[in-house]
């Protein structure tokens, strides 16, 4: 037997001697299929990014956020609102399954199971494949999302009149009457309208300016007493006096207005 005949002689034990190059595998095999990644690839991705941001900001010159005015502590008619993204789950909290006494349900268990399940799907169906067809589990819970998101969104939305809103928090313009606060009436508006009707009887979102007005001393009482339109009976709590008091203080701002 000659020397080294049939024997191989490794570096290290632990690596084989059948173990191949390191050299990357050819692609050029699949024509079609791979690119540079510069510029190649990245051009396509800043084209793709240039459109879509085009197409938002076209959207946003054509149909602009409905912005209110400035918000109104009292005003306890407003009702606010989340963004827009968050509008899928106030409308979750509109159903008798997810409010009330189940307003937990609501509010943390059916979120933390939806997104708990969308970050668990890779791991729940983690096949080879990339079609949809073959990641049924996946591709079945994403749509299902986007189904429930898409549906709770235009639901809520569709039920709210932007543009009332709008109109109702606009900001009211200073008032340039004078008030005599030295009337006899001044505390009774006060204690039972200035909430509503502003200081300078200008009005807000949750009241009309009380400036203006044609009403007469009677008209003025019964309103304050049985209510009129938005505003319910009951909010006058003075007495019989106070009343005569406060219809005067109004006659009276109006006649000083009016000069």
Not at 53 to 69: D, Y
Not at 76 to 97: H, N
Not at 144 to 151: E, G, K, Q, T
Not at 247 to 257: K, Q, R, T
Request: a negative charge.
């Amino acid at each position: 037997m000659h020397k080294g005949k049939g024997m191989k002689f490794v570096g290290d034990s632990r690596i084989s001697a059948e173990r191949k190059s390191q050299i990357p595998k050819d692609y050029s095999e699949y024509p079609g299929r791979t690119e540079a990644f510069w510029p190649n690839f990245l051009l396509k991705e800043w084209l793709v990014g240039a459109v879509f941001l085009v197409g938002f900001l076209t959207l946003t010159l054509i149909h602009p956020s409905p912005l209110e005015g400035m918000a109104d502590p009292t005003n306890a008619s407003y009702i606010p609102l989340p963004d827009w993204y968050f509008l899928f789950l106030y409308e979750l909290l509109k159903y008798q399954f997810a409010s009330g006494d189940y307003i937990l349900l609501g509010l943390l268990v059916l979120p933390g199971l939806a997104f708990g399940a969308l970050l668990l799907a890779p791991f729940l169906d983690n096949g080879p494949g990339r079609r949809p067809k073959q990641r049924p589990v996946a591709v079945g819970m994403m749509i299902l999302a986007l189904v429930s998101v898409i549906f709770l969104t235009w639901q809520s939305v569709h039920v709210v009149d932007w543009e009332a809103r709008g109109e109702a928090n606009k900001p009211v313009p200073e008032s340039e009457v004078a008030v005599d606060t030295e009337h006899e009436g001044y505390a009774a508006y006060e204690a039972n309208c200035m909430t509503c009707h502003g200081a300078e009887l200008e009005g807000g979102s949750a009241a009309p300016t009380l400036v203006g007005i044609e009403y007469t001393a009677e008209e003025i009482q019964t309103i304050a007493k049985e209510g009129t339109g938005n505003m319910p009976a009951g909010l006058f709590t003075g007495s019989d006096e106070e009343l005569e008091q406060l219809a005067d203080f109004i006659i009276s701002v109006n006649e000083s207005a009016a000069e």
